[in-house]
């Protein structure tokens, strides 16, 4: 697709189970990264995936918290044990390596941990 | 630490007036700066950029002004319409080509 496709854009899960998030960038982009928004808060880093290189996790607030890209293309971001705190919009972005005007985001995920 | 700031969470201005989002930042070594606009469930979208070696970049009603002295960034909308109330983000790239984004400033256009 023309654009960054991520699914599911709605998520409710009852508190403690797991949940994974996928994103499809846009063709040929070799950068990916997840940003997560909580309630009136800004944009938060999770983690960056460049190529092939070792992702930059630096982001990722636990170790229930974790991300995969296959083949470099399509990424799923796992939350285990979800609680209510990971409530919030997830938001994947995909760019190409330098790119003057950053990246071009996905519409999101609103994961609802009840 | 935030390394990039929007001070002002919210904003409302009438039409036609001008809009002033500014942005500070800490990091000296962000070498580009960029606006993003949200409307609600959707995506932030790109909506004009600055280079560290430069001090003003126009676009339309969109202007963005760079302070490096200051390590301030503001975005100047004129005149203001109703359809760009939305949530405007700052951000700031360093050389990995990562963004660190500001908390946001919801601006509200009044008719």
């Known amino acids: 697709g023309a654009g960054v496709s991520q699914s599911p854009s709605n998520k409710v899960t009852e508190k403690g189970k797991d949940v994974e998030l996928r994103c499809d960038p846009i063709s040929g982009h070799t950068a990916l990264y997840w940003y997560r928004q909580s309630l009136g808060q800004g944009l938060e880093f999770l983690i960056y995936?460049?190529?092939?290189?070792?992702?930059?996790k630096s982001g990722l607030p636990s170790d229930r918290f974790s991300a995969e890209r296959t083949g470099g293309s399509v990424s799923t971001l796992t939350i285990q044990r979800t609680q209510q705190e990971d409530s919030a919009v997830y938001l994947c972005?995909?760019?190409?390596?330098?790119?003057?005007?950053?990246?071009?985001f996905g519409s999101g995920t609103r994961l609802t941990v009840v | 630490d935030q390394q990039v700031k929007q001070n002002s969470p919210s904003l409302s201005v009438q039409e036609g007036r001008i809009s002033i989002l500014n942005c500070d930042y800490t990091?000296?070594?962000?070498?580009?700066f960029l606006w993003y606009k949200k409307y609600p469930a959707e995506g932030p979208t790109f909506l004009i950029s600055i280079s560290s070696i430069k001090d003003k970049n126009e676009d339309g009603r969109f202007t963005v002004f760079l302070n490096k002295s200051a390590k301030h960034l503001s975005l100047h909308i004129v005149p203001s319409q109703p359809g760009d109330s939305a949530v405007y983000f700052c951000a700031a790239r360093n050389a990995g080509n990562m963004l660190t984004f500001g908390g946001g400033t919801r601006l509200m256009v009044k008719p």
């Open positions: 990091n000296s070594m962000f070498d580009y």
């Open positions: 995936f460049q190529g092939n290189s070792a992702p930059d």
């Open positions: 972005a995909s760019s190409l390596r330098r790119q003057g005007h950053g990246y071009t």
